[in-house]
């Protein structure tokens, strides 16, 4: 990848740009409901929740070289753990984190299985351990509601008991409510892959034996990044219950593994905020779609199809690497000078 | 005891099935080093252009089926020669990413053609019936699955082992590169050996038509047990893929019967434990 030091826009640092547009993004985020209303409301959370699934994902994938295809059953586990303790409980915070810790106590024991293989075989071994989550979800009826799935999960009001309790019934404080926790999510997972931690992941994607010479045990670290994944994955997953009210076994199944796959790949694998570009465009692109045809996925292959032989990159490898050195020629020469 | 012997007679055509999809997959996997995602929906466009050949225009039954193949195999060439073909240096991300568009275009591709419902198309005169086999009666289709299936077994030995193509198939397999060194034309061989696994699948797909259901979206289900069957019998590997699926499909004949709610699942174990303690598959190394 090019350096960015000394790139300049507009006579000011890169860093400082990306920072304004960052803070800016945010703002707008929060903004939504007053300026948009309810259904760009509903889009934007499924972009942050497809987000959080595609940035746990591409911790994988993208920092520590491998290729998972069996995100949806983490997805689902914590989807299914979240509408579970919702219909017994309903008090938001109780479902959101038993989904989450569901989806990682799965992730850790399947975790210790699958990182005893790498590149296809790793993929093999995670696409089947998520077609077993399915296969129990579809199923196993008298747990999961089988076809059907759970149905009536409560949008349950945000609470600790004697101390606070917000309605979360209105679209819009739910939607506050997964922003701040995406945000939150995101911006912890920003911290991970820049500290030691994630330089180590890094480290095992380009030279796995290199990382293990200097005393570092891959396998744990692996294991680590794995689990991480599939929290993520969780949290994504135990986010939707409350939005749809319904959880149902396609959410588990290969398929939906296959949509991180898709946001990573379009954004760009090597970036931090690639998964976040490309669930974005995800979305974007299947609005804009159906507003002609109901056969959207058929345009959406289409695009997979030029993406993958135009532009393996990503769209925000793109930006980077052709963009901004455009801009700083074109305009920032002149403000040095 | 009858009632088990039978339940194998019915995993075993079963079985056929599996293994007419599997083969295709694991030699395109072994001779071109990818894994099509697309090999599900390559079965079900056979499926679908036989139906449409025989269901609805009245060809005859036989020259229905050497339609479909010849038309999925014009397909897989475009596949190949203008998208596949680029993307043989890429990560397997990428290969699978690629394939999987080529999953959603068929799908929408076939709603758009045929509708949105499934259908069974009428079963040929001379298949129709059954015939007692302990003491039940055993569909004569099956049976001519069954056939078909070992068939194409002797059929694809015969051709890797004892003809000149099986040779060069074979040697690009083990070394690639080697066999374009002493000549062997491997972009055409690519193209070829990838025309004819997709026609190995459109053969499934195309007998599948009588009985089983025939729908957009069968892909991604079939694709799935495709690779279940090539896993345990290893990547790439003809003589494990014809035993993977006679142990997937006798299977799941026995766990409809015997534990209906896990029958799915425990395929999935049985795919999991071989990739854990042989991931090359219980017939590789």
């Known amino acids: 990848m090019m350096t960015r030091k000394g790139v300049s826009i507009f006579g000011y640092g890169y860093k400082k740009v990306s920072n304004l547009l960052l803070l800016l993004l945010i703002v707008v985020l929060f903004f939504v409901p007053q300026l948009a209303g309810k259904y760009p ?87 089947c351990f998520g077609m077993m989550i399915y296969s129990l979800a579809w199923k196993w009826h008298t747990m999961t509601g089988g076809d059907d799935g759970l149905v009536g999960i409560p949008r349950a009001p945000l609470e600790i008991p004697g101390i606070f309790s917000i309605d979360m019934s209105s679209l819009q404080n739910y939607y506050y409510f997964v922003l ?60 939707l219950p409350p939005l749809e009210n319904t959880v149902t076994p396609p959410l588990a199944h290969w398929t939906h593994s296959a949509e991180p796959v898709l946001a990573t790949l379009l954004g760009g694998i090597h970036t931090f905020s690639g998964p976040v570009v490309g669930a974005f465009l995800f979305y974007v692109i299947k609005d804009v779609i159906v507003r002609f045809t109901e056969y959207w996925l058929i345009c959406l292959g289409v695009i997979v199809l030029a993406l993958v032989m135009g532009l393996p990159g990503g769209v925000v490898s793109i930006f980077e690497q052709k963009l901004i050195p455009w801009v700083r020629l074109r305009f920032a020469g002149r403000s040095l000078h | 005891m009858e009632t088990l012997a039978f339940q194998g007679l019915v995993g ?106 499934f259908m069974i198309p009428p079963m040929p005169d001379f298949f129709s019936g059954a015939i007692p086999i302990f003491g039940r009666s055993f569909p004569v289709y099956n049976l001519f699955i069954i056939g078909a299936g070992i068939g194409v077994a002797i059929g694809l030995w015969l051709i890797l082992e004892r003809t000149w193509w099986g040779r060069i198939i074979r040697a690009s397999a083990s070394d690639r590169e080697m066999a374009g060194a002493i000549g062997v034309n491997i972009p055409i061989l690519f193209t070829a050996v990838f025309m004819f696994g997709a026609a190995l699948a459109a053969f499934g797909g ?28 290893g990547l790439g590997n003809l003589k494990g893929a014809f035993v993977g699926a006679i142990i997937v499909g006798v299977l799941t004949a026995y766990g409809i019967l015997l534990f209906p709610i896990f029958e799915l699942f425990i395929i999935f174990v049985v795919m999991a434990i071989v990739l854990l303690l042989k991931p090359e598959g219980l017939f590789g190394g």
């Open chain 1, 180 to 239: 701040i926790v995406c945000l939150l999510a995101i911006g912890l997972l920003y911290r991970i892959v820049k500290s030691p931690f994630g330089l180590i992941l890094q480290g095992i994607r380009d030279s796995e034996s290199r990382v293990s010479f200097s005393g570092v045990s891959v396998k744990n670290y692996r294991l680590i990044a794995f689990t991480i994944g599939g929290l993520y994955a969780g949290l994504a997953g135990a986010l």
């Open chain 2, 12 to 117: 075993l055509s079963l079985a056929m099935y599996l293994w007419l999809i599997a083969a295709g997959l694991t030699i395109v996997f072994g001779v071109l080093g990818i894994l099509n995602f697309a090999h599900g929906s390559l079965y079900m466009l056979g499926a679908y252009f036989a139906f449409t050949c025989y269901g609805l225009w009245g060809i005859n039954f036989w020259l229905s089926i050497l339609l479909s193949l010849i038309g999925v195999a014009l397909v897989s060439l475009v596949m190949e020669r203008f998208f596949l073909r680029f993307i043989y240096h890429l990560d397997v991300a990428y290969q699978l990413l690629l394939t999987f568009g080529f999953i959603l275009i068929f799908d929408d591709a076939v709603k758009i053609t045929w509708g949105g419902v």
């Open chain 2, 206 to 233: 195309a007998l599948s038509t009588p009985v089983r259901v025939v729908a957009p979206g069968i892909g991604a289900t079939v694709i799935i047990q495709a690779f279940v069957v090539t896993v345990i019998g």
């Open chain 1, 41 to 127: 409301m509903y889009m934007a959370m499924h972009i942050l929740i497809l987000s959080v699934f595609a940035l746990g994902f591409n911790l994988l994938l993208g920092y520590t070289g491998l290729l998972s295809f069996g995100q949806a059953g983490f997805y689902a586990c914590g989807a299914y753990g979240c509408g579970k303790v919702l219909i017994l409980i309903p008090s938001l915070l109780p479902g959101i984190i038993s989904g989450v810790l569901f989806a990682g106590v799965t992730a850790v024991i399947l975790g210790f299985l699958c990182i005893r293989h790498t590149r296809i075989y790793f993929a093999m071994l995670t696409l």
